[in-house]
């Protein structure tokens, strides 16, 4: 039940995103959020399971999160870190992916 309050919540978020209307997009980030946490707890099992051979393993973080685009990637970050994931170690993929 609470799932399918979940999925019609998104679809009238996504609407409202698409029409530009202001708070929109965090709306629907934060729901996408979390419906991707579970995946989120499982990538990070997989992550932490790996010896870390980049500052934060933002290397892991980086080639899981360029899976990703747009709103998409934003939902995954929150999803990362409402699982537990190491909070340096995805600021560093996204400066990585972002050019900086």
């Known amino acids: 039940m609470q799932e399918l309050k979940n ?4 679809k009238l978020a996504v609407d409202r995103y698409k029409k530009g209307e202001e708070g929109a997009e965090e709306e629907v980030i934060e729901l996408l959020s979390q419906e991707l946490t ?3 707890g499982l990538m990070l099992e997989q992550i932490n ?3 870390e051979t980049t500052k934060g393993r933002y290397q892991e973080y980086m ?3 360029l899976q990703f685009q747009g709103i998409y990637r934003k939902a995954m970050v929150k999803a990362l ?7 340096e170690g ?11």
């Not at 999925?7 to 998104?10: C, D, G, Q, S």
């Not at 870190?81 to 909070?87: E, P, Y």
Request: aromatic share 4%.
């Open 63 to 65: 080639n899981w999160l």
């Open 81 to 87: 870190l409402r699982a537990g994931g190491d909070l």
């Open 49 to 51: 399971s790996k010896p």
């Open 38 to 40: 579970t995946e989120a």
């Open 7 to 10: 999925e019609e919540a998104l």
């Open 90 to 100: 995805i600021e560093g993929a996204l400066m990585v992916i972002k050019g900086e």
